[in-house]
């Protein structure tokens, strides 16, 4: 049971907007640290959507946005489209564990 | 191009040992941590641990503190994990993944990922 949470599904057609929540506590997100996204196509490794909050690296499409307050982040997909099938992750650091990193359990991503 | 490439896994019985490697090119491999991740079959992502530019920092996830050592060469670009007493639990794809920040350690992206080397524990 990771200490962020996601859902375990999200859905939506092409073209909608969807949303990725990422639910934390006053040791990792509510405590400022940063929040890092990864898109997991099948059978691929993890790629980079967003560093830091809301940081798209060069090559990801400005239809990936992300954003945090409180404990939580989420990440938005504007546009959908059915390439956005997906495996999600959040990623960030937690204060009352050892460890460097801490993912989130993984949100998969249908497009209808 | 930058590029991690993992070796060394394999089928492995309970209790055995096993060596893996992730060799990087296409960036300055000593500027940057470089940590190692895991997926189980089916599941997602465990940060299994991370070692800083220079070996200074070095830190494990809980659940394999103690068995696992990881080191790094960097006069020859890679990055190794020593796995001792293996368990059931530990079958997974080991990704490596390159530290986004120059002299980063903990709190920071993974900007390069390797496709994975396959880790079977079973008798």
């Known amino acids: 049971q990771s200490v962020l949470t996601q859902p375990p599904s999200v859905s939506g057609a092409p073209g909608q907007r969807v949303t990725i929540s990422c639910s934390g506590s006053?040791?990792?997100?509510?405590?400022?640290?940063?929040v890092h996204w990864y898109q997991q196509l099948p059978g691929t490794a993890p790629r980079l959507l967003i560093s830091g909050d809301n940081n798209r690296p060069s090559g990801v499409p400005d239809r990936f946005s992300g954003s945090k307050s409180g404990a939580s982040a989420s990440l938005a997909i504007t546009g959908l489209q059915a390439e956005d099938e997906a495996d999600y992750y959040c990623?960030?650091?937690?204060?009352?564990?050892?460890?460097?990193?801490?993912f989130g359990g993984g949100t998969k991503l249908t497009v209808l | 191009e930058v590029q991690l490439v993992e070796s060394g896994g394999g089928l492995v019985q309970p209790g055995r040992s096993l060596r893996l490697s992730c060799a990087a090119s296409g960036f300055t491999f000593d500027d940057y941590a470089m940590h190692w991740v895991r997926q189980a079959p089916g599941k997602g992502l465990e940060w299994v641990s991370g070692i800083s530019w220079n070996s200074g920092g070095i830190d494990y996830a809980d659940s394999v503190k103690g068995r696992f050592t990881i080191s790094r060469d960097n006069a020859k670009n890679s990055l190794y994990l020593q796995m001792n007493s293996l368990r059931a639990e530990d079958t997974a794809l080991y990704h490596c993944?390159?530290?986004?920040?120059?002299?980063?350690?903990?709190?920071?992206?993974?900007?390069?990922w390797g496709q994975g080397t396959m880790v079977t524990v079973s008798s």
């Open positions: 993944a390159k530290d986004e920040e120059v002299a980063g350690t903990w709190g920071n992206a993974f900007d390069i």
């Open positions: 006053s040791s990792n997100i509510e405590a400022g640290y940063d």
């Open positions: 990623q960030s650091y937690d204060s009352s564990l050892s460890g460097w990193a801490v």
